[in-house]
């Protein structure tokens, strides 16, 4: 592989087909990577979404927050494994939220 070159992309569209965000991507030395961001399902207004792909982009495994409107809005990865992510819950007032996953 030459600098510079994609090793791969993804899109994220969801369940409902609306308004999906990608907010922060995380990569580890392995080739893991997470992204962290917000997809809207029917007519609810964000729900926080986190999702694992392997080193050739598939999905590992995909986590959904809620209740909405909820967003993750920044991703790391500690060196045990775990991934952390940080956002925000939406009830009356924004108060900000996170969480801890295992590898």
Known sequence: MRDGEVFWTQTHDGP????DN???VAVAEDG????AGRTDIDVLPGVAWL???DPDGGTVWTR???PPP?????VAR???????VAGYVFEQIYDATWAVYPP
Do not use: I
């Open 16 to 19: 409902a087909g609306q308004n």
């Open 22 to 24: 990608v907010f922060r």
């Open 32 to 35: 893991y990577a997470w992204a």
């Open 51 to 53: 999702r694992k792909y």
């Open 64 to 66: 959904q927050g809620g």
């Open 70 to 74: 909820h967003a993750w809005l920044a």
């Open 78 to 84: 500690a060196p045990d494994g775990r991934v952390a």
